[in-house]
């Protein structure tokens, strides 16, 4: 019996879909495609580019119908008329991270995420820390999104980019990045000092939480200093994916 895309997605790779992650991947990381699904009677100026692309690295093109493409994205999404099945995101360990801070020439700037689950706030999470200029984002293993179709058409090729850090225990590894010269700067509601008040140069590691639950008492604990936004509406919080951009721009505006 032929696997259904959901199948296949699960046991070799996964399927990205939407004009602009798709173009992002074509750009950044056309190895990793391994066929491209296009919908039949779609003929525009913004697919013709999609498709140079891929006969550039010749990749397979299959004209299928949007009852296909529907089944194949179906709960994830608009597919816009394309769809293209890649390996799957590389997905890295602490063995990764201190490597790559060991050959890195510059301070090191990383984002850590505590609890975010939602695949559109850690796509949008990884957009804005590629956009930074972040070396790394990093998740505890547990309770934490990872790199899903969704994801991955949220963040518009940065998941081909930034390396997500899966590490087992997040509050080990602050301490570890601690020894390494990390200053750690966690966010949280009830922090003294705004994030504008607060040294974001030099080796660094923002520490985001999830909208509800804020950081973990033992994440909150390894942060060397914590900080907040300023909120002078009627809202007591933003999104995730929204505060870490300002956090993360502000330290590039200090840093540069």
Known sequence: MAKTGQEQSQAQGQWVFGMHAVQAILKTS???????????GRDDQRLQKLLNLADMHSIEVLRVSRKE???????????????????????????FLFGLLEQL?????????????DPHNLGACLRS???AGVQAVIVPKDNSVSLTPTVQKVASGAAETVPLIVVTNLSRTLKQL??????????????DSLVYQA??????AIVMGA????????????????????????VSSLN???????????AVRQRH
């Open 69 to 95: 493409l529907d089944q194949l994205t179906e709960g994830e999404g608009r597919h816009q008329g394309v769809a293209a099945f890649c390996e799957s995101g590389d997905i890295q360990d602490e063995h």
């Open 211 to 234: 909208e509800e639950k804020g950081l973990r008492r033992l994440t909150r604990e390894h942060c060397d200093v914590l900080v907040k936004l300023p909120m002078a509406g009627a």
């Open 129 to 131: 820390a590629d956009a």
């Open 199 to 204: 040294d974001l140069n030099g080796p660094l």
């Open 178 to 191: 601690q020894e390494k010269g990390l200053w750690i700067v966690g966010t949280a509601g009830e922090a």
């Open 30 to 40: 056309a190895d990793k495609v391994r066929a491209l699904k296009v919908m039949k």
């Open 240 to 250: 995730v994916s929204v505060a870490a951009g300002i956090c993360l721009f502000e």
């Open 105 to 117: 020439q510059v301070p090191p700037f990383l984002l850590v995420l505590d609890g975010v689950t």
